[in-house]
């Protein structure tokens, strides 16, 4: 009986500290991101209650419709874009090619050194003048593609979106995990019966990750609604606000002291988030998939 | 039929190379710009350097006080990965050991936190860490970066201990274990290798936050190397080698990191422990 209590409060101590700060970093802010989302609110002053007018303002404003237009691009990208190369160079890995390992070793990069670092090594790629993209334009003799990727109104998002979607490490070894768990006694049964190795990708391979592919797609949609720092240190959001995204506009918003529109943009980002974590569930309806 | 094969490796081989090639080019363009004079660079990008400047190094640790930004780096990625990993693995060792009334509620409850966008709780988190009178201190980001990954940590940490026989803690308990005997002495060693590839991604993660570091400090004394460097970027805007040069320093933790427990990370990633 001692024992018993004696056990429970070691349990009790051991678990407190992980549930206070939970507490103070998810639970409390979530709740105090919808609450402040319903006012108007320097920070300073009194915060006065104006129901959904932070909300309705938002959607009238435009910075906010081009922004929640690119997160919703960015999103769709990565899912219908970066996850497919990461299956299509997974498939490939698993066949263990010379050098697969080194290969997936090196694939991952990208995610290990920080975004800032890639950003700015991006930023010298695209930069107008000294950039290495245009010099390159130059050398192979196609100066007339040449261009101010960063500052043009219609070059400046893609240019800040497209070159991430091509960093397939990280999705790509979660799938490539994945594949090589499945028995290898489907495999040998199909070449029993002629089917070539793409054939086996097709009707075994895929339909048995078809768990993990959803993981990737939800994983990878987040994401894209939590992009920030490419857009800050590339464009700052611009020109003319077309690159911006939900975050940098939150930021911006927390900078001006506008504590309710902030709140509202964050109380936007986990309503969407939590959409694309139920749409991808439903889409894929897959038994094993359960995050 | 075999020309069909002949024709499938090609492509294979390929799309292989590409992605090497997009992968490896940026970075060794980079370590290249950061050995050339700002002359060369504007020269030709593409020429290598002749001969080597290992000053544009010398520059950048002077001129945007990489020393003092890498100490504040390492004191602040070290600290949130051990208090990380202590809290994650005291928290999962219950969670996964003992069975109670709210243990699963609690746990799902945490593991939600693995999805939510932290960027969306800027204003929270910023008022809460001035309330406590902790802006712009380093104890700020150890707290928020300790924070923000428990549940990916509680969650890798947790399966690894949920594969621990039951057999092995009786013996303990038979040995006269208590408590936190157990814990210290028998679980966590056998835990190892789930505490440390979480640490390993916690490390990564705070080594390379850049979001948090930017809102909730703001003084030199604590600034940390992603954000001195791109406030090195804002301010020396001519000097651009010894940036690159900056920047190829703030990598080298994390691919040295990274190569250190590369097993663990693929591991980590494979065994299920992100995948959910």
Known sequence: MQRTTHFRTGAILFLLPALLLFAAYFIYPVGYVVVVSLMKWDGMSSPGFVGLRNYSALFHDEVFRISIRNNLIWACAEALIQVPLAIVVALLLARKPKGWKLLRTIYFFPHVISGIAITMMWGAIYNNERGLLNGFLRLVGLSGWEHNWLGGLGSAFPSVLVYGLLYIGYFMVIILADISSVSRSYYEAASIDGATRTQQDWHITLPLIKGTIATCVTLAMVNGLRQFEQVLLLTGGGPANSSSVLVLYLYKELQNFHYGTANALGTVLIVLGGLVILTVRRLFNAAKYDM | ?276
């Open chain 2, 1 to 276: 039929m075999k020309i069909n094969a002949l024709l499938e490796k090609l492509l294979s081989r390929t799309i292989l190379s590409l992605f090497l090639v997009y992968t490896l080019f940026p970075m060794l363009w980079l370590v290249m710009a950061s050995l050339k004079t700002n002359v060369e660079l504007l020269g030709d990008p593409f020429r290598l350097p002749a001969p080597p400047q290992f000053g544009n190094y010398v520059n950048a640790f002077k001129s945007a006080h990489l020393a003092l930004l890498f100490s504040n780096s390492v004191v602040i990625s070290f600290s949130a990965t051990a208090l990380n990993a202590l809290v994650a693995s005291m928290a999962a060792y219950v969670l996964s050991r003992y069975k109670f009334k709210f243990g699963s509620v609690i746990f799902s409850t945490l593991i939600t936190g693995i999805l939510v966008p932290v960027s969306a709780l800027m204003v929270p988190y910023f008022t809460l860490i001035r309330t406590l009178g902790l802006y712009d201190t380093k104890l700020a980001l150890i707290l928020t970066y300790t924070a923000i990954s428990l549940p990916l940590s509680v969650f890798i940490i947790k399966g690894f201990m949920d594969s621990i026989p039951g057999e092995l803690e009786e013996a303990a308990l038979l040995d006269g274990c208590d408590f936190y005997q157990k814990f210290f002495r028998v679980i966590v060693p056998i835990s190892r290798t789930g505490i440390v590839t979480a640490a390993t991604f916690q490390f990564l993660s705070s080594w390379n936050e850049f979001l948090y570091a930017m809102l909730l400090t703001s003084s030199e004394q604590v600034r940390t190397l992603q954000m001195g460097i791109r406030f090195f970027a804002s301010q020396f805007t001519t000097d651009f080698t010894s940036m690159f040069a900056a920047i190829v320093i703030s990598i080298i933790p994390s691919v040295a990191m990274y190569s250190l427990f590369q097993n663990q990370i693929i591991s980590g990633l494979t065994q299920g422990s992100i995948k959910g």
